[in-house]
């Protein structure tokens, strides 16, 4: 008898063909995803898997789903995968074509933002795997263009992200018009509620796998935070860090695309040469998108600026450097926006600005991470710019709503004056004593060594209009 011992992709028993394209992908051993969903998915179960992308869960369930497959057959295709972005649908689209290379499997990846002509022209031509977004795989279906009779596998990746983009309609419209007999497998970075309620209209008796995120974050990538007290002072570090280091390959993530262009703009010639940055958001073409990524996979272009939902699906071996220029709203995209780096073994750093309105954010963050990121002071040689008075004020009150979240008996430190007092004069205005707070936050305010309060909100002698 032999005793399998080994951790190899020879144990699932796939053919010869996916052994030779897992070689080729240099997969030396299945990752602990991989381990979990490929016999269970061989086996025809249902698959509920809570893993982040950089575990290697798209191998996890294309590897079993090609082996099902097998060959090219009839003209309608037998499996349907889901993502929430085109970027992610295109990446998926060119695993399948990396890991199926060996074998005649005909697979389209259907999407929006251009003409679905040659979308429609493949389709006819035979497809057996499709991976779309849902909702141009909807425009195509009620177009008549997409046949579901043979439909046998569903995928859906990244479903935490698709409910959060608001796809849930389109995906029980699919999900009415789709064979009922299929086996149905369902991938998730997280498990909120309404992923929960997904599994169960979609999965039939499902086997959970999971793979822990914090046991991948925390062993190949460092995080730190820079507290810092605006906007401005965050594009000096930022400047500080790229000019005091070699650069590296770096994501940089905002939350807008209008954070994403004011960074790009402020790197772009003068931190950085202008060919090696490049800046992605939702209103730059599908073009121009897919050549930064491809610019920035080939090495030609270092830096990355990308808002979370055109970074969505970035697959990129070996970047160095993510930074959060803000702390991202959606708690769960922290974890997909550092897991870009440290990917498949390799170590990465993850840095975060964040300003004291944000506060509140990163520590529900550390509480999904279950780990505490460690702060450090600005550096000493970093301008730390004055807080412009409507920054400041903006900020006080997400700090005032924050608190009146978090206990509902909380009044309010601060509300703004309906008719505001004209900038200058007044010596020591009320409104000021009323707040309690701050009207602006100078230099001064950070005396060394930098208070971990940032001199924020009580030490506020100093701050007087100017
Ligand atoms: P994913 O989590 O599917 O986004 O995959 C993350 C990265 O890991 C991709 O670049 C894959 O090519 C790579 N990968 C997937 N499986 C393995 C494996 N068994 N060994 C090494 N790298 C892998």
Redesign the pocket.
């Given at each position: 008898m032999i005793i399998d011992t080994e951790n190899t992709?020879e144990k699932f028993e796939l053919n010869r063909q996916l052994l030779n394209a897992?070689a080729d992908?240099?997969?030396?051993?299945?990752?602990p995803?991989?381990n979990k969903t490929i016999p269970l998915t061989l086996l025809g179960h249902d698959v509920l898997g809570i893993?982040?992308?950089?575990?290697?869960?798209?191998?996890?369930y294309l590897l079993p789903v090609l082996m099902k497959i097998k060959y090219a057959q009839g003209k309608l295709p037998r499996c349907l995968i889901f993502a929430p972005t085109r970027e992610l649908v295109i990446?998926i689209d060119k695993?399948v074509g990396?890991l199926a290379k060996y074998t005649d499997i005909r697979h389209v990846a259907l999407y929006g933002g251009l003409g679905p002509k040659t979308q429609i022209e493949t389709i006819q031509a035979g497809v057996d795997i499709i991976v779309s977004t849902p909702g141009r795989f909807m425009d195509l279906y009620l177009r008549g263009e997409i046949g579901v009779k043979d439909l046998k596998v569903m995928i859906l990746d990244e479903a935490d992200k698709m409910m959060d983009m608001g796809f849930m309609p389109q995906i029980r419209s699919i999900l009415e018009v789709i064979p009922r007999k299929r086996q149905n497998l369902l991938f998730s970075a997280t498990f909120p509620e309404k992923v929960e309620r997904l599994s169960y209209e979609f999965l039939e008796f499902p086997t959970r796998v999971e793979v822990s995120p914090q046991a991948t974050t925390a062993e190949t990538i460092k995080q730190r935070m820079f507290p810092v007290p605006n906007m401005q002072t965050k594009i000096n570090v930022l400047e500080y860090l790229f000019s005091t280091a070699e650069v590296q390959k770096t994501i940089i993530f905002t939350r807008s695309k209008d954070i994403a262009d004011a960074v790009y703009n402020s790197l772009n010639g003068r931190i950085i040469p202008k060919n090696q940055i490049r800046v992605i958001h939702a209103n730059k073409g599908q073009n121009t998108r897919i050549n930064s990524m491809d610019a920035f996979r080939e090495d030609v272009v270092k830096v990355l600026v990308a808002t979370d939902v055109a970074a969505r699906g970035i697959?990129i071996?070996h970047v160095t450097h993510v930074i959060n220029f803000d702390v991202p709203l959606i708690y769960e995209d922290y974890v997909h926006r550092i897991?870009r780096t440290g990917?498949?073994?390799n170590v990465g750093e993850a840095i975060t600005f964040l300003t004291p309105a944000e506060e509140y954010h990163i520590k529900k963050i550390e509480k999904i991470i279950r780990m505490e990121i460690p702060r450090e002071h600005i550096p000493i040689e970093v301008e730390i710019a004055t807080t412009p008075f409507d920054e400041n004020q903006a900020m006080l009150i997400e700090i005032d709503n924050q608190r009146k979240k978090e206990d509902p008996t909380f009044k309010g430190a601060f509300h703004e004056k309906k008719n505001p007092r004209p900038p200058v004069k007044k010596k020591s205005s009320s409104a000021k004593k009323s707040s309690g707070l701050p009207a602006n936050v100078t230099a001064k305010s950070f005396s060394s060594p930098r208070p971990k309060n940032y001199g924020f909100a009580k030490n506020n002698k100093s701050s007087k209009r100017k």
């Open positions: 992709f897992i992908a240099g997969y030396t051993e299945p990752t995803i991989q893993a982040q992308t950089g575990t290697g869960k798209t191998a996890a990446q695993a990396e697959d071996e897991g990917r498949a073994n």
